[in-house]
């Protein structure tokens, strides 16, 4: 079971900001983290085929691997020509995670929005993944449906944020070797399920997993969901990611079933928005999972 991150601390740097360039934080990685892979993330992608060569062989000079490219689609879309253009970067995203020598790209259902019923939600997704899997089999790589909570540039939470929901929709996806899920058991947190109940009900589907853990710095997961209908961008400031291991998150279960189901993909650490602690963390993350999954005979 290979080890990642994702830079989560360094994504308004990364992204926003640009007072970091990948290549400084493949560096830094390379200087501080017992990592086997870097996460990459979309934002910090470059456009042309010549740098995204140049940053995959910084990974590979590093020694790291690149297996995950986290990628934010959004099909919950009325207009039908935004959801022509979603299916269409959803294959790019796919087509550019296999030059840089990826094998997994993070696909997502969208935005639940309010004008978009569940059962139209649906159905706009279930034709979406239909119509990017066979540009996913073509390249090679596994498209990674995530229990997801919400991009740090959306309006809304996720569709399929709820079991019941995603549940519903891997229903009716057809086991395909292209395609399965990336658990994060934080998130099912966050959607107000039990994320032990979660991880069970799709545990067939796994691939890849997120390593995350989460805290509330004030208030109820009541007060995020009111938050999260009225439409405020990105996250909000009193839901925050921690230390794998020191969260809400039982871990010893969750590795309980990596074991059952004789897991040997990766795990990727999401962990942290502060930039000060951000590598520390990182650490004390990868600590912990090595140590786990040394316990539990994984990986």
């Known amino acids: 079971m290979p080890l990642s991150a994702f830079p989560k601390a360094f994504i308004p740097a990364l992204c926003v900001e640009r007072s970091m360039t990948p290549f400084e934080w493949i560096d830094l990685a390379r200087r501080e983290l017992p990592l086997d892979g870097l996460e990459f993330y979309w934002g910090f992608v470059p456009e042309s085929r010549e740098e995204q060569l140049r940053l995959a062989?910084?990974?590979?000079?590093?020694?790291?691997?690149?297996?995950?490219?986290?990628?934010?689609?959004?099909?919950?879309?009325?207009?039908?020509?935004?959801?022509?253009?979603?299916?269409?970067?959803?294959?790019?995203?796919?087509?550019?995670?296999?030059?840089?020598?990826?094998?997994?790209?993070?696909?997502?259902?969208?935005?639940?929005?309010?004008?978009?019923?569940?059962?139209?939600?649906?159905?706009?997704?279930?034709?979406?993944?239909?119509?990017?899997?066979?540009?996913?089999?073509?390249?090679?790589?596994?498209?990674?449906?995530?229990?997801?909570?919400?991009?740090a540039h959306w309006v809304y939470p996720e569709f399929a944020q709820r079991l019941e929901v995603f549940a519903e929709l891997l229903s009716r996806i057809p086991e395909h070797d292209y395609f399965g899920v990336n658990f994060d058991p934080s998130n099912a947190l966050v959607a107000g399920d039990d994320p032990i109940e979660y991880m069970r009900a799709v545990k067939d589907r796994i691939r890849t997993m997120h390593a995350s853990d989460r805290f509330l710095t004030s208030g109820t997961l009541e007060d995020l969901r009111k938050i999260d209908e009225s439409g405020a961008v990105g996250y909000a400031d009193l839901l925050q990611h921690g230390v794998v291991g020191k969260g809400a998150i039982d871990y010893d279960a969750v590795f309980s079933i990596l074991a059952e189901i004789e897991f040997?993909?990766?795990?990727?650490?999401?962990?942290?928005?502060?930039?000060?602690?951000?590598?520390?963390?990182?650490?004390?993350?990868?600590?912990?999972?090595?140590?786990?999954m040394s316990e539990y005979g994984v990986g």
């Open 57 to 151: 062989a910084a990974v590979n000079d590093a020694g790291f691997a690149m297996p995950m490219m986290c990628y934010s689609s959004d099909f919950i879309q009325p207009d039908r020509s935004e959801w022509h253009r979603q299916v269409e970067m959803q294959k790019r995203a796919v087509e550019v995670t296999a030059r840089m020598g990826g094998s997994y790209c993070r696909i997502l259902t969208g935005q639940r929005r309010a004008d978009v019923d569940r059962e139209t939600g649906l159905e706009l997704v279930r034709t979406a993944f239909l119509e990017v899997i066979p540009t996913a089999e073509e390249h090679g790589v596994t498209l990674i449906l995530e229990n997801h909570y919400k991009d």
């Open 264 to 292: 040997g993909g990766w795990i990727s650490i999401e962990d942290g928005n502060d930039p000060n602690v951000g590598i520390k963390h990182i650490q004390e993350s990868a600590r912990f999972l090595r140590a786990k």
